[in-house]
């Protein structure tokens, strides 16, 4: 087992340490960083990162984060967990999805692996991306609805067998597999550039922060995370795994007017829903209907927006088009 150095980290084996990763400085003075905790375990094995709020307005990754942090003992871990709890700082602390002082690269999730001298958010995405592909082994980008929306489990996963056993491993109740809407400059996508597994997984909404709610959306991913890591042999345990997968992409049901917006009653995320399916309707202020927002095809809704005071061409349903089902566990780590 090594010392493992990650941004100003230095954690032994078996042990669990935190620090930062340097991003720059606060117009201020203060320095910019990024929150950085490394477990590194007491044996040799993988080196499972974590990646929390690259968007703002998503703030379940970190209490996912936090929760499995709290329960994971070094001691009793194989390999090492490493983990940014909010990659975007500024976009966390303004609770949007990007940087609200950065209008030129708003989005972190589109500028992967960014620049040493682009422009701010870049900078950012290029100080982490250069921690993790130097150490992470697989990586987990955590995400939620933010607040327009609310996503019920879902996995976007990178091409090839590798992604789609680190998907199956996250365990029950996360069967919908989709390929990434957005092959490049995500976190994802650098890491299945340089030929490593890579997921995004989508669980939340701001709508569905009230305690309880929130409670349980970070119990649901940290506990996925755990199954991750009796997948990989990190701890001990058997995992557990759905009996059969959706696998499809994302259709983007936009609206086509303005009005108020009032999903249908007995309305459910991750059933299936028949082509032409009313799944929620836009009424004008005077009472009249609209638009029905119907099923672009046979498939499931697995996202509805919540704002519903809704602009012509704003999202209105995450719609899934699966395309195949697989209920073989594919697992060519066992090869490694
Ligand atoms: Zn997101």
Same mark, same amino acid.
């Given at each position: 087992?090594?010392?493992?150095?990650?941004?100003?980290?230095?954690?032994?084996?078996?042990?669990?340490?935190?620090?930062?990763?340097?991003?720059?400085?606060?117009?201020?003075?203060?320095?910019?960083?990024?929150?950085?905790?490394?477990?590194?375990?007491?044996?040799?094995?993988?080196?499972?990162?974590?990646?929390?709020?690259?968007?703002?307005?998503?703030?379940?990754?970190?209490?996912?984060?936090?929760?499995?942090?709290?329960?994971?003992?070094?001691?009793?871990?194989?390999?090492?967990?490493?983990?940014?709890?909010?990659?975007?700082?500024?976009?966390?602390?303004?609770?949007?999805?990007?940087?609200?002082?950065?209008?030129?690269?708003?989005?972190?999730?589109?500028?992967?692996?960014?620049?040493?001298?682009?422009?701010?958010?870049?900078?950012?995405?290029?100080?982490?991306?250069?921690?993790?592909?130097?150490?992470?082994?697989?990586?987990?980008?955590?995400?939620?609805?933010?607040?327009?929306?609310?996503?019920?489990?879902?996995?976007?996963?990178?091409?090839?067998? #590798? #992604?789609?056993?680190?998907?199956?491993?996250?365990?029950?109740?996360?069967?919908?597999?989709?390929?990434?809407?957005?092959?490049?400059?995500?976190?994802?996508?650098?890491?299945?550039?340089?030929?490593?597994? #890579?997921?995004?997984?989508?669980?939340?909404?701001?709508?569905?922060?009230?305690?309880?709610?929130?409670?349980?959306?970070?119990?649901?991913?940290?506990?996925?995370?755990?199954?991750?890591?009796?997948?990989?042999?990190?701890?001990?345990?058997?995992?557990?795994?759905?009996?059969?997968?959706?696998?499809?992409?994302?259709?983007?049901?936009?609206?086509?007017?303005?009005?108020?917006?009032?999903?249908?009653?007995?309305?459910?995320?991750?059933?299936?829903?028949?082509?032409?399916?009313?799944?929620?309707?836009?009424?004008?202020?005077?009472?009249?209907?609209?638009?029905?927002?119907?099923?672009?095809?046979?498939?499931?809704?697995?996202?509805?927006?919540?704002?519903?005071?809704?602009?012509?061409?704003?999202? #209105?349903?995450?719609?899934?088009?699966?395309?195949?089902?697989?209920?073989?566990?594919?697992?060519?780590?066992?090869?490694?």
């Amino acid at each position: 087992m090594k010392v493992l150095e990650i941004g100003n980290v230095r954690a032994e084996p078996g042990s669990k340490a935190c620090g930062t990763i340097a991003a720059g400085n606060h117009p201020a003075g203060g320095a910019l960083e990024m929150p950085l905790i490394v477990v590194n375990g007491s044996s040799d094995g993988p080196v499972l990162w974590l990646n929390g709020c690259i968007h703002g307005d998503e703030p379940q990754g970190p209490l996912a984060i936090i929760m499995l942090i709290r329960e994971l003992d070094p001691a009793k871990l194989k390999g090492a967990v490493v983990a940014v709890p909010v990659m975007n700082v500024p976009a966390f602390e303004a609770s949007e999805r990007g940087n609200p002082l950065d209008m030129f690269s708003y989005d972190m999730n589109r500028v992967y692996p960014g620049s040493a001298n682009g422009r701010f958010t870049e900078r950012l995405a290029w100080a982490h991306k250069e921690a993790l592909a130097a150490h992470a082994d697989m990586e987990i980008s955590i995400h939620s609805g933010g607040d327009h929306s609310f996503l019920d489990k879902t996995i976007f996963a990178a091409p090839g067998d #590798a #992604a789609l056993e680190l998907a199956q491993a996250m365990g029950k109740g996360w069967s919908v597999i989709l390929s990434s809407p957005h092959p490049k400059g995500s976190p994802m996508a650098e890491l299945h550039d340089q030929g490593k597994p #890579a997921i995004s997984i989508e669980l939340g909404g701001i709508c569905h922060t009230m305690p309880d709610a929130f409670r349980a959306d970070g119990r649901a991913m940290a506990d996925a995370f755990w199954n991750v890591l009796r997948h990989y042999g990190m701890v001990e345990g058997e995992p557990q795994y759905e009996e059969k997968w959706f696998t499809g992409s994302q259709i983007a049901v936009l609206a086509s007017t303005s009005g108020l917006w009032l999903a249908e009653e007995g309305f459910e995320f991750l059933k299936p829903a028949r082509e032409g399916q009313v799944l929620a309707r836009i009424y004008n202020l005077y009472g009249e209907e609209l638009e029905q927002i119907k099923a672009p095809c046979d498939g499931m809704p697995f996202g509805l927006r919540t704002t519903p005071a809704t602009h012509t061409g704003d999202w #209105a349903v995450f719609y899934a088009k699966i395309t195949d089902e697989v209920t073989a566990l594919v697992h060519p780590s066992r090869a490694l």
